[in-house]
């Protein structure tokens, strides 16, 4: 199903193709991110991607609740963004050589992560409040606050740490 499919209709068809959406990418994050705590050089990012795996573990499971609220089984759709956007940070995660550097690239590659997630959060929370959806919406902003969180510690260690020693 596109995301202009027929297949949706109405507003709770699309807040269901959307929440399945950012399903599968949670779960393809969950996949990626013990590849870049390997990659990682520096101690402090490599703690960082270590707790958002735990904080991700968490974010599915509080869609799995939402999935449940609704009394569907959970799953995903294809999310192609997500895929691409991982796909993009593999490439470039193999083609430096320079850890701190590489670093740099990581953090880069996980805010790419961070900011889809970010716009597909608000607007799930924006829907389901509009829905009625109430406890759906405050699941969704339990995972929302973790990747704005997560965001602005990325942010912090990329300006005070890493991307000054990869530029050197």
């Given at each position: ?18 929440l ?26 490599k703690?960082?991607?270590e707790q ?77 409040n ?8 405050e699941?969704?902003?339990?995972n ?14 990329a ?10």
């Amino acid at each position: 199903m596109g995301l202009f499919s027929k297949d949706i209709k109405t507003m709770d068809d699309l807040f269901v193709h959307t929440l399945k959406d950012i399903y599968y990418a949670e779960n393809q994050i969950l996949k990626a991110l013990p590849k870049m705590i390997e990659k990682a050089g520096d101690t402090q990012l490599k703690q960082g991607f270590e707790q958002h795996l735990r904080e991700s573990e968490g974010h599915v499971r509080n869609l799995e609740e939402v999935f449940r609220l609704m009394d569907m089984e959970p799953s995903g759709v294809d999310c192609p963004a997500i895929d691409g956007i991982i796909q993009e940070a593999n490439e470039i995660a193999g083609e430096v050589e320079d850890q701190q550097v590489l670093d740099a690239a990581l953090i880069a590659a996980a805010q790419a992560v961070e900011h889809y997630e970010i716009t597909r959060y608000g607007t799930l929370i924006t829907w389901a409040n509009q829905l009625g959806l109430d406890d759906s919406a405050e699941l969704l902003e339990l995972n929302l606050a973790e990747e704005k969180a997560t965001d602005e510690k990325l942010t912090e260690l990329a300006e005070t740490r890493i991307n000054m020693a990869a530029a050197r």
